[in-house]
């Protein structure tokens, strides 16, 4: 397996340019999400989805959108590039653990790091 | 929705000693708390978690202890090593949502 996968690796932007970070897993995990890491501020959820078809908001979803047509995939789409959005992009992919409706083990790709310029 | 906050920020241990972080988290029915290691340049990983169901869970050199009536957990590495030295991250599940709230990490540098 290769786990979760991320494209590209780095990304330089002008502001106001578009472009769509990709993420694939191929464990059949059913959630996927998107964070952010900027220094000294941990990880932000972005966007999430819990299965094909249906995707929601996390806490800083302003800027960004989210499809999720299968099971494997989960782009994210930066509708206008700021340079508020320079930042480190994690993708990853969970599954339910036993023993909780809120126990979502997660595993991580090895991220976009993009400047807006 | 669910605050977690974790302290300290960085901290510097010797070779060999022990190095214990700690987080608080504001959601009372929050029964999920796992801990990642993140390596320079790479994704953050799982290192240990914990259910609200237990107090305690040892995995060799790091263990993690919750306390739900304070609302905290605590991350202990112990006979620290330099390959030890990257940012750890502590999280709960925010309310509603299939994914993690996450504390603001701790650089850890262990000094050979």
Redesign the interface.
């Known amino acids: 397996n290769a786990g ?1 996968t991320q494209t590209p690796k780095f990304q330089v932007l002008k502001t106001g340019q578009s472009m769509t970070l990709q993420c694939a897993q191929d464990m059949n995990h059913e ?1 996927m ?1 998107w ?1 952010r890491q900027d220094p ?6 972005i966007h ?1 989805s ?1 299965g094909a078809g249906i995707t ?1 908001q ?2 800083v979803p302003n800027g960004y959108n989210v499809s999720r047509s299968t099971t494997e995939d989960f782009p994210l789409r930066l509708l206008s590039a700021a340079p508020s959005q320079t930042s480190v992009y ?1 993708c ?1 992919s ?1 599954y ?2 036993a ?13 976009t790091r993009l400047t807006v310029t | ?1 669910e605050n977690v906050e ?1 302290h300290p ?1 960085t901290l510097s241990v010797q070779e060999g000693d022990s190095a214990v972080i700690k987080c608080t988290y504001s959601d009372s ?4 708390f ?1 801990w ?1 290691k993140q390596e320079l ?6 290192i240990i ?1 914990i ?3 237990v107090g305690e869970k040892k995995d060799q050199r790091i263990a993690v202890t919750l306390n739900k009536t304070a609302k905290h957990f605590s991350l202990h590495i112990t006979e620290t090593q330099p390959e030890d030295s990257a940012v750890y ?1 502590c999280a709960a ?3 509603g ?9 701790t650089r850890l540098q262990v000094q050979p």
Do not use: I, W
């Open positions: 979760v959630y999400s964070y000294g501020m941990g990880l932000r959820l999430y819990v929601d996390g806490e994690f990853a969970s339910r653990l023993g909780g409706p809120s126990s979502y083990e997660q595993y991580f790709g090895p991220g | 929705g974790q920020s029915a929050s029964n999920y796992p990642y340049g790479k994704g953050p990983q799982l978690d259910r609200s169901n991250f599940p925010p309310p949502r299939r994914a993690l709230t996450f504390g603001s990490g």
